[in-house]
């Protein structure tokens, strides 16, 4: 799994332009630093956004946010006592680890292959597309450091 994507201004244009949204500098800068940063909160997004657009706010990322979701370009990561997170959606049928100590995520490839990786004992006559799986534990970096 690739660390992070490379997202140029004309990729990230042409993602907007392919879910019909409107092509906005803001959208354009949110993408290319979810590209940069996967696992990123809204907090992350606002702060690398600063130095290339100072006038941003919050509201502006959560609209953006909002909007990336609803078109199926990002998706969003739910860690219990976490704020969201997000991250392009390569449709890569990955999960996800994560440090209970220190926070850190990372992804984990599904050891199947395809979506859903699980198939559930029960489905409630639903058709089942995507299987979340979210694996915790403790980093090497906490184990060898642990916190007084």
Do not use: W
């Not at 600063?50 to 370009?73: C, N, T």
């Not at 926070?103 to 559930?120: Q, Y």
């Not at 979210?134 to 642990?146: D, K, S, T």
């Amino acid at each position: 799994m690739p660390a992070t994507v490379t997202l140029s201004p004309e990729e990230a244009t042409a993602l907007l332009r392919n879910a019909g949204l409107r092509v906005t500098r803001q959208r354009v800068a949110a993408l290319q630093s979810l590209a940069d940063h996967k696992h990123a909160t809204v907090d992350h997004i606002v702060t690398s956004l600063e130095g290339g657009l100072p006038k941003v706010s919050f509201q502006a990322v959560y609209l953006v946010v909002a909007d990336l979701l609803r078109a199926g370009i990002i998706t969003r990561l739910d860690l219990p006592g976490h704020p969201s997170r997000y991250e392009l959606n390569l449709r890569d049928n990955h999960h996800h680890v994560v440090c209970t100590v220190c926070g850190r995520v990372e992804d984990v490839a599904c050891a199947v292959g395809e979506a859903p990786c699980l198939h559930p004992s029960q489905t409630h006559d639903m058709d089942i597309a995507v299987a979340d799986v979210l694996y915790r534990g403790v980093c090497r970096a906490c184990r060898e450091n642990p916190a007084p």
